[in-house]
């Protein structure tokens, strides 16, 4: 059982592993630790065109990426992990902005979001 327990804690450790060692999958990473923030404030706001926007965008470079299954499912894990750490990071604020969707804020995020998008392209 403790064996378990150990191989369980240590899962996120070697998925990470996995691609800190891979420039691409490195950049694919940081792509979505910064995008996972945004996405979760886009659809906290309700902004669902521009989630789905930005997280096309993601998919589109993950896609250059992916050579086989196994690729997908790091990319997978890696976009699962990001979400729910800015989940966590940001759960006051997704609540505030779920709260007030129609806010100056919410405008404001999308705003910034679609010109950062826009300079990347």
Known sequence: MKALVLALLLLPGTVLAQYENNPAQQALWDYM?????AYAMLN????????????????????????????VEITMRMWS??????SLEYYDTL???????ESESCDLIE????????ESV
Do not use: K
């Open 33 to 37: 630790s910064t995008a996972a923030p």
């Open 44 to 71: 906290a706001c309700g902004r669902d065109y521009t989630a789905e926007f930005l997280y096309n965008d993601m998919m589109g470079m993950a896609a250059q990426l992916v050579q086989n299954q196994r690729d």
């Open 81 to 86: 992990r990001a979400q729910a750490q800015a």
């Open 95 to 101: 609540a505030r902005l779920a709260n007030n969707p």
């Open 111 to 118: 705003t910034e979001i679609v010109q950062l998008m826009g």
